[in-house]
C-alpha cells in the first residue's frame, strides 16, 4: 500500500514558478513510476507527466514539455514536479500518482488527495 501526499500549490503570477511536492508512505514507493495529473475546473482529470522507478525516464504532454520537470528522490520517498514559465491555462488542481509505468496511458494504480495551482494573468 502507498499513501501519497501532494503540497507547494499556490497562487502565482504568470510567467513564474512553482515547485510541487510529492510524499509516499509505503515501503513500495521505489517500485513504482510517479506521475503527475491535473483537472481544471470543467474538465476531464489530464495526464502532465511521469517519471520511472529509476528516475532514467521521463514522459510530459505537449502543453508541459520545456516548462515542467519531473524528478523523484527514492531515498526521501518523494516526487517533484518543478513547473515554470507558467499561464492561466496551468490553474488546476495537480495530483500525484503511483503508476505501473511512466507511459502516459500506463495504470495508475495509487493517487493523491490533489492540491491546488492557481496563475493569475
Known amino acids: 500500500q502507498v499513501q501519497l501526499v501532494e503540497s507547494g500549490g499556490g497562487l502565482v503570477q504568470s510567467g513564474g514558478s512553482l515547485r510541487l511536492s510529492c510524499a509516499a508512505s509505503?515501503?513500495?514507493?521505489?517500485?513504482?513510476?510517479m506521475g503527475w495529473f491535473r483537472q481544471a475546473p470543467g474538465k476531464e482529470r489530464e495526464f502532465v507527466g511521469a517519471i520511472s522507478w529509476s528516475g532514467g525516464t521521463t514522459y510530459y504532454s505537449d502543453s508541459v514539455k520545456g516548462r515542467f520537470a519531473i524528478s523523484r528522490d527514492n531515498a526521501k520517498n518523494t516526487v517533484y514536479l518543478q513547473m515554470n514559465s507558467l499561464k492561466p491555462e496551468d490553474t488546476a488542481v495537480y495530483y500525484c500518482?503511483?503508476?505501473?509505468?511512466?507511459?502516459?496511458?500506463?495504470?495508475?494504480?495509487?493517487w493523491g488527495q490533489g492540491t491546488q495551482v492557481t496563475v493569475s494573468s
Open positions: 509505503g515501503r513500495l514507493f521505489f517500485r513504482y513510476a
Open positions: 500518482a503511483g503508476k505501473t509505468s511512466p507511459a502516459p496511458d500506463g495504470e495508475v494504480d495509487y
